[in-house]
């Protein structure tokens, strides 16, 4: 195995990892890296049905996403306290926000932090944009001793990240095969959230409803919809990614992707501005 990798994946909510790379997580998690997940809202909100409390969706949804985290093998996953699904707007829980991810790399010292894409201006969800952009302020200024100072009183050293890999993007430059176990375990995980793929079903039903459209769907459940959607997405991907490629000779994989996933991967400070220049394996995964 090469060096053997300590990645920090931070996700807003608890399901976003599986759905947006619990591939890549996954096949990580088989060749031995060490992976810690941070989850930073209960997602406490996270459901349309009105017979359900604050409460219960928070209850089921961490029974749900322990049974999602086993099946990808991460064995190092908890959840932030203190920030409230979709009501992170103040500058002072940001700000807080920040010291906490910044003590979190100071301690866990990862080579990798995976999180939201910044340059998604589409993003629809409130604490995706905040993560994207608090994300990577606190795996960039980890590094510097005089943010928060304390930290560092503490017994805390700085820390410099190697890397960022950034998902969903719309502007993705590494791709990453999943086919076989990795992407069966992906659909495993993302249909141990039960809750949130009723909570999509219901969703995508109302909205067409809205517009005046009646989806056929009666014959097929949630957990159907997803692991058709997830083998299209990743074959979909894949052929990006070979399109990709074809453009970028130079950091090709010698064998074309069948399923994949992809990421935005982007460096820090000084290695950023010349990655462009740096030898082909600082440019893939």
């Not at 060490?34 to 996270?46: E, H, K, M, P, Y």
């Not at 201006?121 to 005089?146: C, I, K, M, T, W």
């Not at 719309?170 to 992407?183: A, R």
């Not at 064998?255 to 740096?278: T, V």
Request: proline share 5%; aromatic share 8%; with cysteine.
């Amino acid at each position: 195995m090469e060096k053997r990798q300590r990645i920090l994946a931070i996700e807003a909510h608890p399901d976003d990892l599986a759905y947006f790379y619990g591939g890549y997580i996954a096949k990580m998690a088989a060749e031995g890296h060490d992976i810690r997940v941070l989850t930073i809202t209960n997602g406490d909100q996270s459901t349309c049905d009105p017979a359900l409390s604050s409460h219960d969706i928070v209850a089921i949804l961490k029974k749900e996403h322990a049974r999602a985290m086993e099946i990808v093998g991460v064995k190092d996953q908890r959840f932030l306290d203190g920030f409230t699904n979709h009501f992170m707007f103040s500058s002072e829980t940001q700000l807080k926000l920040r010291e906490v991810l910044i003590r979190e790399i100071r301690e866990y010292k990862p080579d990798t932090v995976i999180t939201f894409d910044i340059a998604d201006v589409f993003e629809e969800n409130p604490d995706h944009r905040l993560l994207a952009r608090v994300g990577l302020q606190a795996a960039s200024f980890a590094a510097y001793p005089l943010v928060h100072p304390e930290q560092l009183r503490q017994g805390l050293k700085p820390h410099f990240t190697g890397r960022m890999l950034l998902a969903p993007t719309k502007q993705p430059n590494v791709y990453i095969e999943i086919s076989g176990d990795p992407l069966e375990k992906k659909k495993a995980a993302g249909a141990a959230y039960k809750s949130q793929l009723d909570l999509m079903f219901s969703e995508l039903k109302y909205r067409a409803e809205t517009m005046g459209l009646k989806p056929d769907l009666d014959d097929l459940s949630p957990q159907d919809l997803w692991e058709s959607v997830c083998e299209s997405m990743a074959e979909e991907t894949a052929m990006a990614g070979n399109e990709y490629y074809a453009l970028h000779k130079d950091i090709a994989p010698r064998i074309k992707l069948m399923q994949a996933e992809a990421f935005r991967m982007q460096y820090l400070g000084a290695m950023e501005k010349i990655h462009e220049y740096l030898p082909k394996e600082y440019r893939i995964l």
